[in-house]
């Protein structure tokens, strides 16, 4: 039967693509069903690749604006809002393009339309046309959307989400962000480089409160330095619109703040899409809004399988991905291996950078390690200062009577990237000796990976 397959696969972002094509390497016939008109998902259209190329934008403006200091003067260079939107919307699109183009190399059918699980084995396609697939097996995909708070309807002019502020074709003079999670700290330090006087507002103690609060306590300093106002510990209690901007009163502590600013951006968080996906004409279980699976990314309900932002695990995109692979494996009776989420590393694109892998020194203690810590700060790497990058530093937490790395923490420039080392050093269970023996090159950042390995043992040399 032509719409007969092994594999359906709903949501075409970096879980479900992904798990589309390992299905059909697998040698299983797989159709991939998508609502949007292009392919990706939120990481490509609205999320990783959009943010990033803003990003792009903005850190040539930091590096302008010092450049100067490197003997090197660009007098008069200034910002083209429409033109980095443009650039952004080329990269995007370039992207999504190398999506389809690989669903045709690996000969994944693509249905564009709504789709829903209906029934035993079946998925309905509602889009230009309408299909019914038969399925032997249902990865359902389709991700996460943003939250918004009842008190703070988007309008998208001034009360802005994660989606609508991606097509700002004006820098607001004055921006509030709420939430210092990756998102929201990501655009608040893109708004402060393109000229936005930015002020965040966290309910935790701390911005980024996910990362170890050394890192957090750091990129609290230098967003002290960069001029980014912000407030934790902070309740907004309401929003208003007004004239100008918006209103937002904020409680701290016994006190309340009014902030007023030309936009709002909501950034507290995602939500999955789990509704109209026909999850209860099977019977899939959902608990506090997410799909629980097992290490192999199966739900309660034989033959469907979740991956991505909907289901209880990190939500990013190289996480989906990797599930989406394991997905494919197992349905292959490939036998894969359950993913450890320990060493998944976690990625804030800001200046400066922040990235992390394994355990923070609470999550440590708090798993009755008991530890040794290692520290070398980038001040002291020669590359660091070619650069002018001195801020931040790596950060290794090892288990005391094993010496084996628990945890990699870095803030500063190029972290992002850094962060691989560590992420191969907790796969391969390596100690932190192994680290240390391990030879960088000279002049990199790198070296400051290999220097809190020594530091962990007790001897950082060049600090
Ligand atoms: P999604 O990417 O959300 O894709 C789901 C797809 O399913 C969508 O295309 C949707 O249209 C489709 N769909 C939904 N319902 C249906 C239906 N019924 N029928 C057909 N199709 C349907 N992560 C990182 O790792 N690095 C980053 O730098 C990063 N930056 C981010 C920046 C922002 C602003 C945001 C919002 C997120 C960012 N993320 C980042 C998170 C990342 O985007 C998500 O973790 C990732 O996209 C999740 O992938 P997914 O495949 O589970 O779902």
Redesign the pocket.
Known sequence: MANAFDVVV????????VAAIRAAQNGLKTAL????KK??????????I???ALLHSASLMDSLAKAGDFGVNVPGFALEMEKVIKRKERVVAKLTGGVAGLMKKYGVTVFK????LAGKGRVT?DGETKETLEARHVIV??????KNLPFATPDHKKILT??SM?EVTAVPKSLVVLGAG??GM??ASIFKSFGSAVTLVEMMPHLLPLEDEDVSKEIEKAYRRRKIEFLVGAKVQKVESTEAGVKVSVGVGEGVQVLEAEALLV?VG?KA?IE??GLDTVGVKVERGLIPVDGLMRTNVENVWA????VPTL???????HE?IVAADAIAGKNPTPINYDRAPS?T?TSPEVASVGLTEKKARERGHEIKVGTMPFAAIAKATIAGENEGFVKIIADKKYDEILGVHIIGAHATELIAEACAALELEATAEELATTIHAHPTLSEAVGEAAHGVLGHTINF
């Open positions: 709903i949501g075409a972002g970096p879980g479900g693509y069903v998508e609502r949007d392919l990706g998902g939120t990481c490509l259209l609205r999320g990783c959009p943010t990033k339309g709504h789709g829903r396609v995909a389709t991700g996460s959307e943003v994660s989606d991606l990756a998102v990501e655009f950034a995602r899409v109209d996906v991956i991505g932002d909907l939500a990013l995109a190289h996480v989906a991905s989406g990625a694109y």
